[in-house]
Each structure stands twice: as C-alpha cells, then as structure tokens.
C-alpha cells in the first residue's frame, strides 16, 4: 500500500500571491475598469486622445493574454535506487494509472541498476529488464518512450502520450562521472533536455557519495555535476538555464545526531516534523545559495532508506564485522528525493550582455510555467530493494508557444497487404530534415520509436522543400492481419517522432487466409 498522507499541493510560480491578497487586487481591478467606463463616456473627441486609450487598451488585452489560454500537464516522477535487484512483476500501482486526468509525461529515474559488465553489455545490444517492464506496462496505456540515458547503474526513461511527441523536440542527454575521482560512474548525474510546447525542461537524475559524513562532499558533487554538463543548444548550454529543472535521485543525504530509538519512534507515530530540521539536505538548504533556488514538498512520509527486502522494516540485520571492526545498522533517512527550480528572472544590466538578458527575460514573462506539486511519497508495498521508490506528481501550467507539427501526414485509400500502399507527407516548417529521415508504420500500442512494422525512407534523392508534398509508396511490406495504425515520421537529427497520421485501419489480406493465419469464412461459419 502507498505511504500517502494529505499533503498541501506546493506551488511554484515567480507571480504567484497569498489567496486574501489575489481577492483584494481583483476588487482594486474592478473598481479602476468602473472608473475607466466613466472615464471613456467623458472623453472628448479628439481624435488623438482616443488613439492614445485604444493603445493602452490593446497593451491591457495583450497583458491578459499572458495568463489565458493556459494549459495543464501532469508530471510523474520516479525515483528509486533499485540495489541491482530485479524489477517486481508490476508496476502499476508505482505508475499510477488509474489516476484521473491522466498523466502526460513519465519521467522514471534509477539509481543502481545490475551493471555488472556482462550485464551492462548485454543491456547495451537490447534494453534491460526495468525499460522492458516499463514499455510493456505503459505502451498499451498509450505511452511511447521518448528517450533513455544511462551511465553503468544510473538510468532515465522519458514516456509521452503520443499527442505529445510532435511537440517534444531538441532532445539531448548526457552525464557526470563523480565516482573514483570523476573516472568511474557508479556515482554521478545523467541528465535529459528537451522543449515541451517551446518551453525548455531539464531531468537530472543522481546518485550522490554515500554515509553520513560526506555531506559536503554531496554538495560538491552536485555542483561538478551542474558544471560539467553542457549541452550544444545556444539558449540552454547548461543544466540551470533550462525554463524548469527537476533534480532527483539518491541524493543519499541522510538525518544527523538523532539516536536510532529516537528516529524509530518518531517514524512510527508519523512524527516526521521532528526530524525535519537534522535532515542534512535541509540544513544545507540554509546556507547553500544553490540549493536555495530548488524546493521540495514536505517530507510527510517514511523515510525511505534502509529497509530489509520485501518487508516494511527498517535494517535489522546483524551488524557485519570487518578485520576486527563492528558495523553499524543503517539509520533510517530521506535518501530518495525530487525537487524543481523555477528559473529566476534574469537581472537586467547596462552591460554588453543586457540586450541578451532582456530578451530572456521578456519571453519568460510572456510565456510563464508554474509549476504545481500534487503528492509528494513514497510507496512502502516494493520490496526488492532496500530503497523505497518516492514519487512525485506535478502540474505544469504553461501557454503552449507551438500549435502546429513540422510535418503532416496523409493516408490515401484502403490499406491491405494485397496491394501496395500509398501516403503523402508535407514539411510546413524549417527544421533540420535529412535524406536519412524515414516513415515507420505504427501498430497502435507501440512502446517506441523502433518499434515499427516497416518503415520508409523519405525522399531519397533531395530534402524535401516547404510546402511540397511528397508521395511514397510501401510495396509488399504490410501486415498481413487486420489492425490499427499510424504512420509516424521520425527526424533522424532530431532523434524523435516528429509527426503522425490519423489513426486507420489496414485491412485483413487474403493472403492470412491462404496461409491459415486465420480461418476462412464461409457464409458466416469458420472453416
């Protein structure tokens, strides 16, 4: 069962005000539009004046604009440090998917996969047995994965709704070796950027130094990892000039000077504000300006680090001994965390760089996100590791600044694998197309970009020009059973799937029957 209390949803927005001031400036707002209303019937008629007021009426309705036609995205995040174990049977109760609306974006990060090397290699030639799990649970759901990234025992998953994948574009990931001096990558950060609707959102996935005494030295990895990523986009090189960043992970900060009876007890009558201010990552939120920019719901669940497996109880394991030395039992803490940062408006200065940073800084008023912490917990009831998976789920309010697709495509008449197929695709906008770009036919359920029937390349001989619309046929390469479909055109520069057809139906061929894939059907019986 999860570890869900009532939490207060957190909200995160740089014009966001108490409820009682919002009410009083609304009454201050309707009062001045009266006045305005008995200003415009005295007005004389100089033609001048009225000009003047329609401008600044148009500037009033182009400010309202701002906050209109705004949309809400839900976010689920997953962190769960694993311990190489095996994923459990199923995960739908750590997905959420009875959850009404339903989500539009996954984001799964995990820490400590199984990498040893033959593992890791096999991993690498096909996709490890967490990606599958996850792909066979949320494709029939109607997720695609979007892209992965992994470093050794580190990896990130990115799910859509299908809707969304035209609109997900400038795809990039990397990582940070901070284990063994930076050479070695059982500890450190791989990250994933991308721009939603135009809106730039960075993942940061870690797995910081261990015990508790490294605490600075969790700090200090942090900001190598935020220095070191860099990524080849002209508006977000790094990690923290993104819109929005969610970090999270085994953070691996841990509950300091409080006695094991003390946490135990505390843990157990739900007590857990008690422990609230000798959690290490909220200690150094007071005196590390960084950390000062992310927030975090309140730890209003159990701790999530050690447990015995399969069990809800906190490391009861004899202690080891080593050369002559007693270890310790773990103590329970917060290890396992998720927390966001809103890009703080740009400061605007008389150097060189001000023109830059107005620009920045206009468009962030223009096209705001706010960003809405709806749970904030941890789920007790997975017990293949000694970590519990935390999860948080936001809303992401937000003006889409992109409405159309780069690309549209076309089904032309009744598909069948009897007879060649034929479609059409149109590119509507510049972006960086190639003679490598191809069509993959789509059975819907698909779980990801490589999970085609067939595929077609596009236009082989030139980049296909705005406007022009190309025709392309399939030969002999359709399946031969009854199903639904799309087409999807994937950009190979960009990494993703760019555009989709309707969905449509190919059609049972008389092939299946000659081959007895299916039974004939003679006068309504089954032969």
């Known amino acids: 069962m ?35 209303l008995t200003c415009l019937e005295d007005l004389s008629s100089d033609d001048e004046a009225n000009e003047e007021v329609s401008r600044t009426l148009d500037d009033a309705f182009h400010l309202c604009g701002r906050y209109t036609n705004r949309e809400a995205f839900r976010l689920h995040i997953v962190t769960w440090n694993v311990s190489t174990a095996e994923p459990p049977a ?7 998917l009875d959850l009404h609306p339903a989500t539009d974006l996954y984001v799964i990060g995990l820490q400590e996969v199984n990498a040893t090397p033959v593992r890791y290699i096999s991993d690498l030639l096909a996709e490890d047995s967490w990606s599958h799990l996850l792909m066979d649970t949320l494709a029939p759901m109607g997720y695609i994965k979007v892209t992965s990234v992994r470093m050794q025992g580190l990896l990130m ?38 721009s939603f609707y135009g809106h730039m959102l960075c993942f940061l996935n870690c797995h910081l130094a261990a015990h508790m005494n490294y605490a600075l030295q969790r700090m200090d990895e942090f900001e190598y990892i935020l220095d070191m990523q860099d990524f080849d986009m002209h508006n977000t090189p790094n990690v923290l000039d993104h819109k929005v960043v969610f970090w999270f992970g085994d953070l691996n900060f841990r509950i300091a000077d409080h006695g094991m009876h003390f946490l135990r007890s505390s843990i ?33 669940f159990k701790p999530t680090y050690k447990f015995d497996r399969f069990s809800e109880t906190y490391d009861t394991r004899a202690p080891k001994t080593w050369f002559g030395f007693t270890g310790k039992k ?19 200065t008389e150097d060189e760089n001000s023109s830059t940073t107005s620009t920045s800084s206009a468009d962030d008023d223009e096209y705001p996100v706010k960003v809405m912490q709806d749970m904030y917990t941890c789920d007790v009831s997975y017990g293949v590791s000694d970590h519990k998976p935390v999860i948080g789920t936001f809303n992401l309010e937000m003006r889409k600044k992109l409405e159309s697709p780069l690309v549209t495509l076309t089904v032309d008449g009744h598909w069948s694998a009897d007879e060649d197929a034929t479609f059409t695709y149109t590119i509507l906008e510049n972006f960086e197309s190639s003679t490598w770009d191809w069509i993959g036919l789509y059975k819907i359920g698909f779980k990801s970009a490589s ?62 029957v000659m081959e007895g894939q299916v039974p004939e059907n003679i006068n309504g019986h089954e032969k």
């Open 2 to 36: 999860s570890d869900t209390f009532d939490v207060p949803r957190v909200r995160s927005d740089s014009t966001s005000t108490m409820a009682s001031q919002s009410t009083s400036a609304r009454l201050m707002l309707r009062q001045r539009l009266a006045q305005l």
């Open 90 to 96: 199923d995960v739908r109760t750590l997905l959420q």
């Open 157 to 194: 998953i990115l799910f859509a709704k299908q809707v969304h994948l035209p609109f997900i574009r400038d795809i990039q990931s990397t990582y940070t070796r901070t284990g063994l001096f930076g050479y070695w990558g059982n500890k450190g950060g791989v990250s994933v950027r991308f």
């Open 268 to 300: 157990n009558n739900g007590r857990f504000n008690l422990l609230w201010d000798k959690d290490q990552l909220t200690m150094m939120k007071k005196k590390e300006p960084i950390l000062q920019e992310f927030e975090e719901g309140p730890l209003r």
């Open 330 to 348: 773990r103590k329970p803490a917060w290890t396992d965390r998720i927390l966001w940062r809103i890009k703080p408006k740009a400061i605007e």
């Open 451 to 512: 999970d085609y029937s067939t595929f077609a390349w596009v236009k082989d001989d030139e980049v296909a020009a705005n406007g022009e619309v190309v025709t392309v046929q399939i030969k002999n390469e359709l399946p031969l059973l009854a199903g639904d479909y799309v087409l999807g055109y994937y950009s190979t520069n960009m990494q993703t799937l760019i555009a989709f057809s309707r969905t449509f139906q190919i059609l049972e061929s008389k092939r299946a």
